[in-house]
Nanobody
Framework: QIQVVESGGDSVQVGGSLTLSCVVS????????VGWFRQAPGKEREGVAA???????YYADYVRGRFTIYRDNAKNTVYLQMNSLKFEDTAMYYC?????????????????????WGQGTQVTVSS
């Protein structure tokens, strides 16, 4: 059974940085597409970033240039490095996995074809 487990959420000041981790089990991290979604209270879930089997990377427009997704195959882990954090980055962040990255990004990052979701890790950005 494939599982993903997130960690690394925390409270951070505006302009600060944080790195989230997503450990994949039940398969190798580079055998599918692994990415991140987030959901703020009262808002729809939205996509953040994804990394494909072959290493192609996808970012949502609102994080491009501030967030970096990367993986460590030896640790079976995908990371989300978040810099220049803004108040609006406050959300529960979820790791997600699909067979291919269109499973995550299709229909404007709807996530409706994601096959594995994590439990989430909270990121709070404050002044």
């Amino acid at each position: 059974q494939i599982q993903v487990v997130e960690s690394g959420g925390d409270s951070v000041q505006v302009g600060g940085s944080l790195t989230l981790s997503c450990v994949v089990s039940g398969t190798t991290v580079n055998s599918g597409c692994v990415g991140w979604f987030r959901q703020a209270p009262g808002k729809e879930r939205e996509g953040v970033a994804a990394i494909a089997t072959g290493g192609s990377i996808y970012y949502a427009d609102y994080v491009r240039g501030r967030f970096t997704i990367y993986r460590d195959n030896a640790k079976n882990t995908v990371y989300l490095q978040m810099n220049s954090l803004k108040f609006e980055d406050t959300a529960m962040y979820y790791c997600a996995r699909g067979r291919i990255c269109s499973d995550l990004t299709t229909d404007d990052w709807s996530g409706r074809r994601v096959t594995t979701w994590g439990q989430g890790t909270q990121v709070t950005v404050s002044s």
